[in-house]
């Protein structure tokens, strides 16, 4: 699976968008881009997926670069609930969808 | 259940002594993960189960560890001779069949294991 770069950590405003960028430079074509969050003593939670057509849900939109060598998670109006550390994995899909998660960005939601 | 459920919550144990680690998954959920996640810590893949068979199990630390997956449903994860060393939150996920395309891993709360 290709290796992830992102910043340890980052603050955001309440109500503001917070940007999480990842640096995924060596991802090859037939790898998806997933982000998944785990919030303080709860195991992690799946948050969105996309291989290179910017994705969007309920909780957060990904935009990828037409290169697809990084991407950005967006959470469009931040709340206090949404501090976490927030994981970048990229793999290919099936083959057992084991995730290798780094250390994240640990992401503080100030009011 | 509603989601994965894992027991104990918390298990404290005496260094050397035999632990077994439970994992309820979602109803339906074919495949099912063990990691664990050591104080401040990142996620470690320990095990992968399809069914009741074992794909991948690269993530076994050494031969004290073992996991078993009956009826396509229930996991548990024995430690065998704990050490110190083993301390940290074992988390269950799964998931419906992952062999050919990604589905969503569903995780649960964990089982916060200290050795003493």
């Given at each position: 699976d290709?290796?992830?770069?992102q910043p340890t950590?980052?603050?955001?405003?309440e109500?503001?968008?917070?940007n999480l960028?990842c640096?995924?430079?060596?991802i090859s074509g037939?790898?998806?881009?997933?982000?998944?969050r785990?919030i303080h003593?709860q195991g992690?939670?799946?948050i969105i997926?996309?291989?290179?057509?910017?994705?969007?849900n309920?909780?957060a939109?990904?935009?990828?670069?037409e290169?697809?060598?990084?991407?950005?998670?967006i959470?469009?109006?931040?709340?206090?609930?949404?501090t976490?550390?927030y994981y970048?994995?990229v793999?290919?899909?099936?083959?057992?969808n084991k995730?290798t998660?780094?250390?994240?960005?640990?992401?503080?939601v100030k009011? | 259940?509603?989601g994965?459920?894992q027991?104990?919550s918390?298990?404290?144990?005496?260094k050397?002594?035999?632990?077994e680690l439970?994992?309820?998954?979602i109803?339906?959920?074919t495949?099912?993960y063990?990691?664990?996640q050591?104080?401040g810590q990142?996620?470690?893949f320990?095990?992968?189960?399809?069914?009741?068979?074992?794909p991948?199990?690269?993530g076994l630390p050494?031969d004290r560890f073992?996991?078993?997956?009956t009826?396509g449903?229930v996991?548990t994860?024995t430690?065998?001779?704990t050490?110190?060393?083993?301390s940290?939150?074992?988390?269950?996920?799964?998931s419906?069949?992952?062999?050919n395309?990604?589905?969503?891993?569903f995780?649960?709360q964990?089982?916060r294991l200290?050795?003493v």
């Open positions: 290709a290796k992830t770069t950590s980052m603050d955001c405003a109500g503001r968008a917070a960028p640096n995924h430079s060596t037939n790898e998806y881009v997933y982000w998944y785990q003593s992690p939670q799946y997926h996309g291989l290179k057509n910017n994705e969007t309920e909780m939109s990904l935009i990828i670069t290169d697809r060598k990084s991407s950005t998670l959470l469009p109006h931040a709340t206090l609930r949404d976490a550390v970048c994995i793999r290919v899909a099936g083959a057992g995730l998660f780094g250390g994240g960005t640990r992401v503080l009011p | 259940g509603a994965v459920s027991s104990p918390n298990k404290v144990t005496e050397g002594k035999d632990v439970r994992c309820d998954p109803s339906g959920h495949a099912l063990w990691y664990r050591s104080l990142g996620l470690e320990l095990i992968y189960f399809q069914g009741n068979s074992a991948d199990k690269s050494s073992s996991a078993e997956r009826g449903s996991s994860l430690i065998q001779r050490q110190q060393e083993d940290a939150v074992y988390l269950c996920a799964s419906f069949d992952a062999s395309r990604y589905t969503e891993a995780f649960g964990g089982t200290t050795v």
